[in-house]
């Protein structure tokens, strides 16, 4: 369903990071939706808004929102897919709405923005979008086949480093225990491989948590899929932020996760291993069990 003019149409989803900010709609849904893990826009068909109905939702954002946040989130889940001239006038009008705007932020995949003319980044850069958000989940090709995300790690690799080349902050989601028990090696050396080549601005690591009715939850029940223990799934971790060699910033900062962290690389590193074995200590002398690991 398409917003009227007169009715804001909130986005349903955001990254924790973007709490404060002012949420802007400008698609529908996934245009992809097949990722085995993720049911987020299952319920939402893929559609493009109009540029009326994006502008009108623009001007009522003061009436919304107020004018004191400087933030604002595009959503839904792959706003790259619009083309650069639109975007451009997207991002023309909501700064003349509220210009002084600090940061403009947008949910992309790796392969959209490798997809796009470096020429057409940097004009989207240039009109005020200053970060995307790019779903890694795991840097192993076959957890990537297994898991349907549509790309390769040498493709999010080239999305992600054409963001920076285009002068986006890259902020990269890690998904811990997306192998499984089986591929948990695999997840862990291919996750540490991508996460270096990219060096991206920023690390979000989330924990698997499987979603009734989704495809892992199947592969699951039909005993095709191993979930990672809560002690294996701090062990990933723990490996991956050992194996980076990277100029960003670490963060759990989403509820799936067990061990809080928030640090910069390489400065905090050895801070984050030290929570991260104490994390993987309290695992082993309590017998933490999948249903507990959120109490730790
Ligand atoms: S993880 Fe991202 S690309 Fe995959 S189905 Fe969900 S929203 Fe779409």
Redo the contacts with the bound molecule.
């Keep these: 369903m398409v917003s009227s003019p007169h009715t804001f149409d909130f986005p349903p989803y955001r990254p924790p990071s973007e709490a404060q900010s002012m949420l802007l709609r400008v698609t529908h849904g996934?245009p992809?939706?097949?990722?085995a893990f993720?049911s987020?826009?299952r319920k939402y068909p893929f559609a493009r808004k109009t540029m009326a109905e994006i502008k009108a939702d623009i001007d009522l954002m003061p009436a919304v929102y107020g004018t004191h946040a400087n933030h604002v989130f595009l959503g839904d889940?792959?706003s790259l897919l619009l083309s650069a001239d639109a975007l451009v006038e997207i991002l023309k009008h909501l700064y003349s709405v509220f210009p002084g705007l600090k940061r403009v932020t947008s949910?992309a995949?790796a392969k959209t923005v490798m997809k796009k003319s470096l020429d057409d980044l940097k004009a989207i850069r240039e009109a005020g979008l200053t970060r995307l958000h790019i779903?890694l989940e795991s840097g192993s090709d076959a957890v990537l086949k297994k898991i349907r995300?549509?790309a390769t790690a040498d493709e999010i690799i080239t999305g992600g480093l054409k963001s920076k080349e285009a002068g986006f902050d890259c902020s990269i989601y890690v998904l811990l225990g997306i192998g499984g028990m089986e591929q948990t090696i695999d997840h862990r050396q291919g996750t540490i491989r991508v996460l270096n080549a990219i060096d991206p601005h920023f690390i979000r690591v989330r924990t698997l948590t499987p979603i009734p009715k989704s495809d892992i939850a199947k592969w699951i029940a039909e005993g095709r899929f191993t979930l990672v223990t809560p002690l294996v799934s701090i062990e990933e971790e723990r490996d991956i932020v050992a194996g980076l060699e990277v100029n960003s910033r670490f963060l759990n900062d989403h509820a799936s996760n067990i061990v809080p962290l928030d640090g910069k690389l390489p400065e905090d590193k050895d801070h984050m291993l030290q929570l991260l074995e104490q994390g993987i200590n309290y695992c082993r002398n309590h017998d933490v069990g999948y249903s507990d690991y959120r109490y730790l």
């Excluded at 992809?32 to 990722?35: A, H, L, Q, R, S």
């Design positions: 996934c992809w939706n097949k990722c993720c987020m826009y889940s792959n949910y995949r779903g995300k549509g």
